[in-house]
């Protein structure tokens, strides 16, 4: 996807078929992160960035970006998966095992 786009919003949720992943731009730097809340499912995307962490829509559990570790509350549920993201050229390239998106 074109930077442009995610830098717009802050983040934006991108199919990943049976997933979705939300990434993010914080500071000039992109996040990828599973979309779907490892607590109850609530899509990230619908939730909002503070700082370098994504907060959850339905319940308020703050999950950072980069490792996505849950880091509030505490032992309530799962972390989230991560992808590496990089800005390449005007597009934002993420990694699974291969390479996901491109423009
Ligand atoms: S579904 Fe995300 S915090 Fe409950």
Redesign the pocket.
């Known amino acids: 996807m074109k930077v442009e786009a995610v830098k717009a919003g802050g983040s934006v949720r991108v199919p990943y078929p049976p997933f979705d992943i939300l990434v993010a731009w914080v500071d000039g730097v992109a996040f990828a992160i599973e979309d779907a ?1 490892n ?4 899509s ?1 995307a619908e939730g909002w960035l503070e700082a370098s962490c994504v907060v ?6 703050v999950f950072d970006l980069k490792s996505g570790k849950l880091l509030r509350p505490k032992g309530l ?1 799962g972390d989230q998966r991560t992808y590496r993201a990089r800005v390449e050229g005007d597009e934002v390239v993420v990694y699974d095992d291969f390479v996901l998106t491109v423009g």
């Open positions: 809340c607590h109850a499912g609530a990230l959850c829509p339905m319940h308020g559990y549920c």
